[in-house]
Every structure is written in structure tokens, then in C-alpha cells.
């Protein structure tokens, strides 16, 4: 077999793409992909591609190739799918349920989609089942989803997934069995468009509904927040170096540091302090180049806002950002790191100052951690 890539010519991705409305054809998705580019008057911007249902070649990592197809077959329309640079990515991680059958479904659903709105004066019909999508959502460190926010009555939120980024099914029932066990600092839910998240009380319920899975979630009360005005005094840092006067700084004039300092500690790395820190190195390391990063920083920036870690030196419980209220955004300005540090411009809500926007660099260690240095007095061929 050929690991030669069998790539679509320019005129069956605009075909399919067109054929899709420019939408993902991935269930419950429908995210329009093309629009104008802040780049130039005439400029678009595209986050959409052609994907191929039988892999383009029997290369490393090819999923779904078939042998029997000829090169004109897989870089035929009939293999082309349009989806979302997020879903194009996200077939490939599990070929058995994403066979080529699945795929060609969709397909087709989503183009009979497509052909109905324009029977019907444009407006994209949508099965009755499917939410609409409009939040990414964590439930504790390993489930991460696309879906919606339904509903809260007092401290009961109704959430619906409409499919998962990180996790599974098995991932819920597996958070259920363990919750007790696990560390508050893990018990969570986070909403990316609220900009906030909850300690859960107990054990999330759950049902499937149509592709998708209802949760209903009894949540602890919002943890409270330090104003601003009120926050302890640290040593001034420059680029993350105590600076030569060690000046020192308190109050509103920390906000920037407190949130670049947390952001840039890789979470794990204080032995002493296990939940402290981000995972924002780990989620650079494994999603740079896609459009998954700055919505899971903005999740990661939510935990560390609304969910308190336990500190056992201190023996008490703190919001890792101590006055953020909530997130409003969290934008990443280049990927490109500068002595490994990652500009960004946020927005949150602060206690005691309200909305607050400031340009950070944020550190990105190595992920996965380099392994500590063997000592001089011990060789590897000893060990």
C-alpha cells in the first residue's frame, strides 16, 4: 500500500463545502465556517475543511483507509465530508464509532438538511432532538463537551452535551462511581459562556437524549470572591523574576501578576500543593494550531476563577484567582511564544472593580514535563 496522500483537487472542496451551506455537517454541530477577515476589505476567513471519510493514504495514524479504492475514489467527492476544523480533527480519534458508514450518514443528513432550508427560504432545519450548541462545558478534569446550559432552579442546573471533546460516556459513568472519592478541587462544572463554574454536591444524573445526554446537576453555592482592593502583598516580578529592588505590590496593582503567575504554573508541579496551577501548558502542547486552545483556556481560566483548591499548608480553601468573578474572555493574540510565554488579552469581572482588561504573557512550560535529572552519584546502569 501507497502512504502517498490522495488530497481532494480545488474543485471538490469547494463543492462539498458548498453542497454543506459552509456548515459542519458533524451531528448538533452546524457551525458556519467562512466569513469576513479582519485582514484586508475583501479578505475571508475559513475554519472549515473537506475531510476525507476513507483516509487519503495508509500512511501513520490513517483512519478508515480502504485498499479497494482507487486514488481517483478517495480524492473523489463521493470521500469528501465538510466539517469544522474542530470536527475533522475529532473523527480521526475513534475510528471504530466513527466508521464510514456513520460519516457518509451524516453526510447525507446534513446536505438533506441544507437542501430543505433552502425549500424552505433559507432557514436550517434542525432535528428536534439536538440542542442548540452555544457552550462548552467541563465536568471534572477529563470530560470536556459541547452543548448547552438548559436550565437553574435555585442550586439544580440542567445542562445537555450534545458530544464530547475529552471523555465519553464512559468517562460519566466512571465520574459517578468515583465522585465521593474524589477531591473537591475535581468535582466541578464549568460553563464556558457564563464564564463561571460550580463545586457539585453530589453526583450528577444523566440521561440520553436523542444523540445527545441531559444532566441534571445539584451545585454547592458560588464560593465567595477577595475584592481586588483587598488583596495580600507579593514580591513584584519582571518576566517572572523577583525584581533586583524586590519591590513589592498589593491590592488592585497584583491582578495582572496574581493571574499571569497561577496561569503560568503548571498544575501538579508544587508537591506541596498538588491542585494548584493551570493545565494551560498541557492544552498548548496538544491543541496549538487548532481553534480547541483558546476556548479550553478560557474553561481552564473559569476553574481556577470559581473553584477553590485546598491549601494543606494553610489548611483553608481559596479561589486559585481569589477576585475574579468571571470570565468574559480570554484571547489569544499569537501562538508564537517568546522566551515561552504566550500573549493574551482577558477580560473578566473583578470583585470590587467590576469589568477589567489587560494584555498578559503567560509562561508555557515543557508538557509532558521533562523527567527530573538522575543524580551524579547514581548511573543509569545502576538504576
Not at 23 to 48: K, N, R, Y
Not at 151 to 180: C, P, R, Y
Amino acid at each position: 500500500m501507497s502512504s502517498e496522500r490522495d488530497d481532494f483537487p480545488r474543485p471538490v472542496k469547494s463543492a462539498v463545502a458548498l453542497r454543506a451551506g459552509y456548515a459542519c455537517s458533524f451531528p448538533g454541530c452546524h457551525q458556519l465556517t467562512v466569513g469576513p477577515s479582519d485582514e484586508a476589505p475583501d479578505a475571508v476567513a475559513c475554519i472549515g475543511e473537506a475531510a476525507h471519510i476513507s483516509a487519503a493514504s495508509s500512511g501513520p495514524g490513517a483512519r478508515r483507509y480502504d485498499p479497494a479504492m482507487s486514488a481517483e475514489e478517495r480524492k473523489s467527492i463521493a470521500n469528501a465530508i465538510w466539517l469544522c476544523a474542530n470536527h475533522a480533527r475529532y473523527i480521526d480519534r475513534d475510528e471504530a464509532s466513527y466508521t464510514t458508514e456513520v460519516i457518509r450518514g451524516w453526510k447525507r443528513d446534513h446536505e438533506g438538511r441544507i437542501k430543505a432550508a433552502l425549500a424552505s427560504g433559507g432557514l436550517l432545519v434542525t432535528d428536534q432532538d439536538e440542542s442548540v450548541i452555544s457552550d462548552m462545558i467541563s465536568l471534572g478534569p477529563d470530560i470536556i463537551a459541547v452543548g448547552s446550559l438548559q436550565g437553574m432552579q435555585a442550586s439544580k442546573w440542567s445542562v445537555h452535551i450534545s458530544h464530547f471533546v475529552t471523555g465519553s460516556i464512559n468517562s460519566l459513568v466512571s465520574f459517578g462511581e468515583s465522585f465521593d472519592s474524589r477531591s473537591p478541587g475535581d468535582r466541578y462544572l464549568l460553563l464556558d459562556s457564563f464564564g463561571d463554574g460550580r463545586v457539585l454536591a453530589i453526583a450528577p444524573s444523566w440521561a440520553r437524549r436523542g444523540t445527545g445526554v441531559d444532566l441534571a446537576i445539584d451545585v454547592l453555592p458560588r464560593f465567595t470572591r477577595t475584592a481586588a482592593q483587598d488583596l495580600g502583598t507579593d514580591l513584584r516580578l519582571d518576566n517572572g523574576d523577583i525584581t533586583p529592588a524586590g519591590d513589592l505590590i498589593s491590592g488592585v496593582a497584583r491582578v495582572p501578576q496574581l493571574v499571569e503567575t497561577v496561569l503560568g504554573t503548571r498544575r501538579g508541579e508544587s508537591a506541596s500543593a498538588p491542585e494548584f496551577g493551570s493545565r494551560l501548558s498541557e492544552y498548548y502542547a496538544l491543541y496549538s494550531g487548532t481553534p480547541w486552545l483558546e476556548r479550553l483556556v478560557k474553561l481552564e481560566i473559569v476553574r481556577m476563577a470559581a473553584i477553590p483548591s485546598f491549601d494543606p499548608m494553610l489548611q483553608m480553601e481559596y479561589t486559585q484567582l481569589q477576585c475574579v468573578d468571571r470570565v468574559l474572555s480570554a484571547q489569544i493574540l499569537s501562538e508564537d511564544l517568546t522566551n515561552r510565554r504566550l500573549p493574551m488579552h482577558i477580560a473578566l469581572e473583578v470583585a470590587g472593580l467590576g469589568r477589567w482588561e489587560h494584555d498578559i504573557k503567560v509562561y508555557v512550560s515543557e508538557y509532558p514535563p521533562a523527567p527530573p535529572p538522575i543524580p551524579p552519584s547514581i548511573s543509569a546502569v545502576g538504576l
